[in-house]
């Protein structure tokens, strides 16, 4: 007995090698555990059970291994994986310890492995050898988690299936577990599904006995060699709604056009009235139209035309607006090259487009004749701006002057070569899991889709304006200022100190005519904390909030409303790689219970599907990889074929041969009514304060730096206080200063991408399978406070200052902490701002705390505006 005790300890240990946890279906709540149950119940035709009958004869195998295989496939096409273990009490006499009714037999854990390439006759075999004791081993019981890898109190299996030749009620001692089936074989084909109903709610129950009759009766007609990923399992019903009702956002337009020729036909109609604006500078759409051609012919002067890039290199002015246009009215792509990066990241980009002209800012042409030194495709610099900012030349610059332009162009004018709808109207650059920037192709087609729909379902017109507050080189700021433009609304460009400034930008909401707001959530929360402490404003003329980007915090859009009372909030999404925005949802009410605001729903002519890892749709429900199809796509990457290939492929849904879908690497699954959820992201890529951040680019950069040895990127906490970290691993013989490394990867990486720290490690966590272990990366740490003991502050404005800071970053702070590198961030830092002015009332400039992040220099600086007052 000894013997066959250790014999079965082994092969149990064997068969449960790499367990990690119980099989989790996408629709359940694993963490919940309620005290009310329910049953689903339903019944094979004759028809279908005689047909499985059948089934087991050709295949010479009992009858039970039938509703066991499909159970083990309906799991894997549910979300539970491929390496799959679950509990089975199933009767035959193909395995020693089996009993006559496995509605009475204790179950055992049975682990299959369900490849959608594998033949039925292989997992029917696989499904045998799972239940059999192989020689004289017994079976494991459930509550033995000694013999896998999991923790000690996480069972082996959760969820059950009995199969059994005769009818009668399971005890209520049997039915204990979360999620148990029972099949009945004899007397009629009979299913029944007893679930907890918190665990597994009662809609997505009934839907998965529906699935799982739907999958027997497809192995019931099975062949030998039939593939299990060809089992169908959605109703036809099911799968027309999902693929095609769903997707019923065709709209085709009788006449295609480019951006520009949206911006045009308005200028014509409305010449006088005002297009853009910032403080005292405006232009109507007239000048904007005029200026923008003078641009266009300096262009095609030097050669530029169609499948031509040109860089732009542009602070936030009027005159930005007017290098944009311009270049599309030379037929050219503009591409955004942002100020704020780093020297050696605008070198890089410069270099990939190959450009020979940039259109930049008058104080940026110095910088930019400085690095064309390096960059031989780069022959022409032209600034864009009035007589007022024409900057010195540097010597050996070839440089044009663009004023805004009076009059009409000369007769002699160079004639720009049109763009068609086909051609490339930008390239937008987003973060490159490789260390290099990806750049993102976009035509004219489908961007001009989108600024139709827009502009129709939320009746933009010559009344709006929009705050343009993002950067160029995020997709948003194309709506921005096309989609407004196109409308005969107007565009209200923020200065660079006001998008610095919540506080400003909550003045100019309150102060200016603006209709408009969008941009990422991150943003608009830096406002959210000045709502209680504003008078009340005037009625405001906001009414449309858009947000993208990233998750939105469930509490934000009942804040934003309280604040302005006439605003929609509407959740917006998609990628940059489908033209902006694919999908939409109007936020009316939140359910208290979301987790999120729900994704929505394709807009016209997009198609959003959401599959398995083999490319089939799953369950209402269930969560799958997010794929989109449809008019809005993006040509592909700039100079990266095979990357093109990869990310856009074939779309067979769509019954057309050339058409192509976006595989966007998100996670998501559908709702009863059509709308789906985000759940996050399948690879390395984050999203950051609405930045898309591949975690392979943070890595690369910082095992390029001299003395690390390798290095992981992470990401710490909720999407509204959420921290980029990087942990560093020294090379041999070496030694890493944290700071100094954050130092230089701020040197080649966008700010976004700067980890807010980086910690040293002897070495990285590792799972018993040697793979990274991202769980026990350690929380980042008060790193910055100098010591172990925070230094004590030395006044009475340092105290109160750093028990401000200390409860909005929940460490403690000392006199030499850092308000950065303890975790603060922008939308932190207002909330700090916005605490001193209720604590203290002080109106502190938010900018005193981004340019002064240590608390003694903060304290130092902020001593002129403190109130005086006992603290």
Known sequence: MERQAREAETNWRDRLAGFAEPAVLGVEHPARLGDRRAVVETRLTEAEGAALAACADRFGVEPALLPLTAWAVLLARYGAGKDLLFGAAVPGPACAHDQADGGHQAPVPVRLTVDYDRSVRSLLDAAAAALCDPGRTRPAPHGAPALGEPPPDVPLFDKCLRVR?????????????????????????????????????????????????????????????????????????????????????ANEYDDPACIHELVERQAARTPD?????????????????????????????????PGDFVALHLERTVHSVVALLGVLKAGAAYAPVEC?????????????????????????????????????????????????????????????????????????????????????????????????PKGVLLRHAPVVNLIRWVNTTFGIGPD????????????????????????GGSVRVATDDEVRDPRRLLSVLDGEPITFWDSAPAALQQLEPLFALRPAPPSSTLRLVFLSGDRIPVTLPDAVRSAFPRAEVVSLGGATEAA????????????????????????????????????RPVPVGVPGDLHIGGDCLAAGYHGDPDLTRRKFIPD??????????????????????????????????????????????VEAALRALEGVGTAVAHVHGASDTARLTAYAVPGPGRQLDPVALRDRLAATLPAYMVPTEVMILPSLPATPNGKLDRRALPEPGAAGSGDT??????????????????????????????FFLLGGQSLLAVRAIARIKATLG??????????????????REAEPFVTRQPV
């Not at 399971?170 to 007397?187: C, D, H, K, Q, W």
């Not at 080189?473 to 409308?487: M, P, Q, R």
């Not at 939409?584 to 890892?613: K, M």
């Not at 230094?791 to 401000?804: F, H, K, Q």
Request: glycine share 8%; aromatic share 8%; hydrophobic share 40%.
């Open 580 to 615: 902006i925005w694919s999908n939409y949802h109007r936020v009316g009410e939140v359910d208290p219970r979301w987790t999120s605001i729900p994704y929505g729903r394709p807009i016209q002519n997009a198609r959003y599907y959401i599959l398995d890892r083999d490319l």
């Open 842 to 859: 002080a109106e502190v400039p938010i900018r005193t705390l981004l340019e002064n992040p240590r608390l003694k220099d903060f304290a």
């Open 464 to 487: 709006d304006r929009v705050l343009f507050i993002t950067a160029f080189g995020f997709d948003l700021s194309v709506y921005d200022v096309f989609g407004l433009l196109a409308a």
């Open 340 to 436: 704020s990066l780093p020297t050696e990241r605008i070198r890089r980009l410069l270099d990939s487009l190959r450009t020979s002209v940039v259109l930049c800012s008058p104080s940026r042409v110095a910088a930019l004749s400085e690095l064309s030194a390096g960059l031989p495709a780069l022959r022409h610099i032209l600034w864009v701006g009035d007589d007022t900012d024409a900057p010195p030349a540097p010597h050996g610059t070839d440089r044009v002057r663009v004023d805004r332009a009076i009059g009409p162009a000369p007769a002699d004018a160079p004639k720009p070569h049109r763009a068609a709808p086909d051609d490339l109207a930008y390239v937008i650059f987003t973060s490159g899991s490789t260390g290099v």
């Open 652 to 697: 067979p849904f769509a019954g057309a041969s050339r058409a192509r879908m976006y595989h966007t690497g998100d996670r998501a699954r559908f709702r009863a009514d059509g709308t789906m959820e985000f759940l996050g992201r399948t690879d390395s890529q984050v999203k950051l304060r609405g930045f898309r951040i591949e975690l392979g680019e």
């Open 165 to 249: 030749d005769r009818p009668g009620q399971p005890t209520a001692e049997r039915a204990s577990l979360p999620i148990e089936l029972t099949v009945t074989t004899g007397e009629g084909f009979s299913l029944r599904l007893e679930h907890d109903c918190a665990r597994l709610e009662e809609a997505d129950a009934a839907a998965l006995l529906r699935h799982f009759r739907l999958l027997l009766t497809a192995l019931s007609g099975a062949g030998e060699d039939t593939a299990v990923g060809s089992l169908d399992f959605l109703d036809p019903a099911e799968y027309h709604r999902i693929v095609h009702e769903w997707n019923d956002t």
């Open 273 to 305: 009235a005002v297009a853009v604006v910032q403080g005292e500078r405006r232009l109507a759409y007239a000048e904007l139209d005029r200026a923008a051609d003078l641009v266009a012919g300096q262009l095609a002067a030097r050669g530029i035309g």
């Open 789 to 818: 003991a925070p230094d004590e502050p030395a006044d009475s404005t340092e105290a109160a200052l750093a028990g401000i800071w200390s409860e909005v970053l929940g460490h403690p702070v000392g006199t030499d902490s850092d």
